[in-house]
């Protein structure tokens, strides 16, 4: 059996899959990124994972290994100066994983991974212009345009969390102001969190420490009916609304897909979401872009787009 | 002699020509766009000026007409809701001129037509991944991408100048507020200088009318030494940066060409322009992106984009 290898490298969590052409996932592990301290000792964790599952199935084929990773370079099969890891500077990670595997290696941005798991397995099916945006540690997000994905000059676009939505605002991970991943993602909802709950003692939210504070608990506050937890997300929706408003004036998409940890907030999310989005859009653009959460199991977008890289590249 | 027509439908002129396959252009006219009320005023008198000339020269053979508007959508051959012209609506320009002529009518936005002129005959020839800027009346913006000019879904992608730079901040035609060509093109740099003279009694711009402001007399004063002046530049070039470095974030193109005649003050606008917007960049595009102004001559390059229209759908 025919098998791609899909690995999604994100600030949290290290996710590696084997999936069929259709996108059925057979085996998937999950590993802490903060436990690889450098490249070369995850690379050799994941090729040794990888070729224990082989080992074990004699009848799995693989055709090739999909890396989707932040400020992951298509071009090059490099990871550079990504905000969200400890690994600095440039790490040439497709090289390092040619020294374990003889198949095609292809590396890409995380979130452009996970719109070509989209556009082959998930709601952008059908689609040619669409954004797909996740919204979990960092904000990332991958651009498809005429079916194909923007990689830019270099490989490095699709950066739409680092955006600036607020000159001067929030102190970002990329050493700038005001990025829109400090406002909307679960650590900017998280921030935006923890500097308002001591500002306001009814809010339910005070039951929890600083750093108790996730998107779950305020979505759960939120539930609860209490009005700080929603405000909150009120604030997230609107600088994500701004973010996708400018977005959509660039490229003109006909959906933008919606993934990652703060979009399990549902209607808490999408309902103030839909309202901003509408208000900031031109009206040559005003209801004509629909916007949808990822039909794809949380978690499993990533590395599907990750394989699906290769099954794309093979056909 | 096989040629095309361009034609350039600006908020303040509209200006036809002939050219040949290389770009050079045998006859230009220019009409000022307020002398026609409707459309098909418009169209009618197009028509017989580009059929008197083929009439005069029996050598010419017209092989399509390529159009630039506002708003203009290339799926549909229409101009719809352009906030800087007096036709309201959706506007069936190509369809019009159906009636006088049997060439094949491409029509798209103004600013994607002069990305593709600038792609045919101009500095961006050797360019896969640019973004082209136009700082006239308004800011218009044409994003090309792997060689491809990004239309999105509908033909409206490349509205850069709608892009919301600052919430709640200057009034825009389009009915919003902030939107980037507020404060970066000839109108939003007479605006900048109209609000700003009033306070300065120093300044040498105070020896002209409100009315007879233009980004012209404020480069003469700036380069003449005005303090305000120069600020005026300075605050133009700074929200520009901010709306460009945006942009980067999502295509991450190789290279920008500006071009209208804000770009026309040259180093008054680009040394700021380039200052900030190396600030405004995430640390991964920095000192890779090449701003130039056009080369091609001013008031050309819309008419060789429309025209480049046309040879590049017989290509």
Redesign the interface.
Known sequence: MKLAVGIDIGGTNIVFGFLDQKGNILYEESLKTKYFCTPDTLVDTLSKKIQAQLDENKDWELVGIGIGAP?GNYFKGTI??APNLDWKGIVPLVDLFKKYFDQPIILTNDANAAAIGEMLFGVAKN???FILVTLGTGLG?G?V??G?L???????????G???V??NGRKCG???RGCLETYASATGLVRTAQEWIPEDPYSILNRYNSTEISSRVVAEAANEGDQLAQNIFEFTAEKLA?GL???V??????MIVLYGGVSQAGDLLMTPLKKHFEN?L????QN?IRLEFSGLEEGNVAVLGAGALVWKSLN
């Open positions: 400020n550079e100066h689609e040619s212009d997000s651009f345009s005429g194909q923007i990689y830019g000059h270099d490989g490095f676009a699709g950066e739409l680092h955006t600036i607020e000159v990329c050493g700038r701004l408003a400018n977005a004036a660039i490229t003109s998409p006909s900031y031109q009206n040559i653009f004509k």
